[in-house]
């Protein structure tokens, strides 16, 4: 079964950051899209980032761009989100997300496999 893990929510102050983590298992990881995802009440659930595995192309929001940056451990299949200069819109939960194939942009490609989520709230 395929398995991804989310770590490294919480709460901090609006211009502080966060590192969230998420170690995929049971997945064929090396030549495929891992995405960050987050949903916030009362909105709709929107793509913050991704990455294609083989190439570390990178896609983002706009609404994170400059702020957030993901990368990737591939010998460890994790990917984190790196996010700084947090703002209270970035209050949300952040799922991270993994299809197959190489078209990974996390506004339009649809992500098979979930993970559970972690919160971050910034105030």
């Known amino acids: 079964d395929v398995q991804l893990v989310e770590s490294g929510g919480g709460s901090v102050q609006a211009g502080g950051s966060l590192r969230l983590s998420c170690a995929a298992s049971?997945?064929?990881?090396?030549?495929?899209?891992m995405g960050w995802f987050r949903q916030a009440p009362g909105k709709e659930r929107e793509g913050v980032a991704a990455i294609f595995t083989r190439r570390g192309s990178t896609y983002y929001a706009d609404s994170v761009k400059g702020r957030f940056t993901i990368s990737q451990d591939n010998a460890k299949k994790t990917v984190y989100l790196q996010m700084n200069s947090l703002k209270r819109e970035d209050t949300a939960m952040y799922y991270c997300?993994?299809?197959?194939?190489?078209?990974?942009?996390?506004?339009?490609?649809?992500?098979?496999?979930w993970g559970q989520g972690t919160q971050v709230t910034v105030s």
């Open positions: 049971g997945y064929t990881y090396s030549s495929n899209c």
């Open positions: 997300a993994a299809k197959d194939g190489s078209y990974c942009d996390p506004a339009r490609a649809e992500y098979k496999y």
